[in-house]
């Protein structure tokens, strides 16, 4: 199989993988415990909070450890909303991942203000622009970088915007993480993150608070996480979720990897325009994630090119895997202003570390090559409905 759909879930790497295994077999114990072998846990689970703490340059104690994203954008939200003043409203990005839009509709909508960023505008003059219409700003949600596009937003911007004014910022930087390094992470009021988007496990994750906002209601039941976040740590997920992001980080610092891997994804593009007539390009903005595709072929909808593809081997998506199965167009393309039909035909294509520049050219290959053989059976189709026509034609 050639994967093409990392923004959905990476692969397990091997780093993972081993401290995994190796936390099952030496650091089982409940880290709550008060036996030998369950301090030892506990020490783990301290050490593997200190090392992502180095890892993102913030406080081990502004750490904590979720199932994923999900559950910290729902956390978060959950706080906020609950320790709102009634003046106060929140700015959030509609191009957000549903973990928050679908959030921020179930808890208070009436108390949102939606903003859709745009290339357009700059990120400080259009966050002037929407909290000039409300009271009070309680807080601003933006995401790093969308899971569908690939677009990198300003989120350096906004959270300089925010801390200027008081104003806290909350980021979803589970697209960013082990893509790009953490500089300007320690910035950050508050973010999330996903092992499983950056080589870990699935079901695990974290949120990073600020000091200065501790006011946070997770959870409840044992003290765990500081009493934030009930629940018996997984430990083994957490020591695998750090090895994975320490291992992607490398990939980040090595000298010229993520400037080559742009001038595949270009090569890819360019060959595809010029090779189909019609395909449309969904980059807006010249920031966009080095691994994201997003485009809408000029023939049949997405379902029909992730089966057409699957059967010759590439794992390929339609807008965001959250979607999948639904018939309606993805949420992220219609706000961008993309017209049904075409975002419909739109397919997500996201390399990996590991995805190599022949995998990017074999999957232009079959792209074109499906594409061809439907061409070529529309014309044969045509050609014996012209014969039919002659022959009726000639029967007159
Ligand atoms: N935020 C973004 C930007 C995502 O892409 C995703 C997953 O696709 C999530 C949040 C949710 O992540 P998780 O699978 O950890 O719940």
């Avoid at 609950?82 to 959030?92: Q, W």
């Avoid at 745009?118 to 899971?147: F, H, P, Q, W, Y």
């Avoid at 049949?300 to 390929?316: C, E, H, P, T």
Wanted: aromatic residues 8%; contains cysteine.
């Amino acid at each position: 199989m050639i994967y093409f759909d990392h923004n959905a879930t990476t692969p397990l790497c091997e780093a993972a993988r081993d401290a995994w295994l190796q936390s099952q077999e030496t650091a089982w114990a409940n880290p709550s415990a008060a036996y030998t072998a369950a301090v030892k846990a506990k020490a783990e689970l301290r050490l593997a909070r200190d090392q992502l703490a180095r890892l993102l340059g913030v406080a081990a104690d502004e750490l904590v450890f979720t199932s994923g994203a999900t559950e910290a954008c729902n956390l978060w939200l959950e706080s906020f909303f609950r320790n709102r003043h009634s003046e106060e409203k929140l700015l959030v990005s509609e191009l957000d991942h549903s973990c928050v839009v679908e959030t921020c509709k179930r808890l208070d909508e009436d108390a949102v203000c939606w903003f859709c960023p745009s290339s357009s505008v700059s990120i400080r003059e259009m966050l002037d622009r929407e909290s000039s219409k409300v009271e009070r700003v309680g807080a601003v949600v933006m995401m790093a970088a969308n899971n569908v596009t690939g677009e990198i937003f300003d989120w350096k911007g906004a959270a300089e915007w925010c801390r200027q004014r008081g104003i806290p910022f909350f980021c979803d930087t589970t697209q960013w993480l082990g893509k790009y390094g953490p500089e300007g992470l320690d910035k950050l009021d508050f973010f999330c993150g996903s092992a499983h988007k950056f080589g870990g496990p699935k079901g695990v994750g974290f949120l990073k608070l600020s000091r200065r906002h501790r006011s946070l209601c997770g959870q409840t039941g044992g003290g765990q996480e500081g009493g934030l976040r009930a629940g018996t740590e997984d430990l083994a997920g957490i020591r695998a979720m750090v090895a994975a992001l320490n291992h992607y980080h490398q990939h980040c610092y090595e000298a010229g990897a993520i400037q080559a891997r742009i001038e595949w994804k270009e090569a890819f593009k360019s060959n595809l325009r010029e090779r189909i007539s019609g395909v449309v390009d969904h980059e807006r903005s010249p920031s966009v994630l080095w691994n994201t595709v997003s485009v809408s072929l000029p023939d049949k909808a997405s379902d029909w090119w992730i089966q057409q593809l699957d059967r010759r081997g590439f794992s390929i998506a339609a807008g965001s895997a959250c979607s999948t199965g639904d018939e309606t167009v993805s949420r992220v393309i219609s706000a961008m202003g993309m017209d049904p039909e075409t975002a419909k035909r739109t397919i997500r294509l996201s390399a990996g570390w590991n995805t190599a520049k022949l995998d990017w050219q074999q999957l232009l290959d079959a792209i074109v090559g499906i594409y061809n053989g439907l061409i070529g059976q529309k014309q044969d189709a045509s050609a014996e409905q012209s014969q039919v026509e002659v022959i009726s034609l000639d029967d007159l």
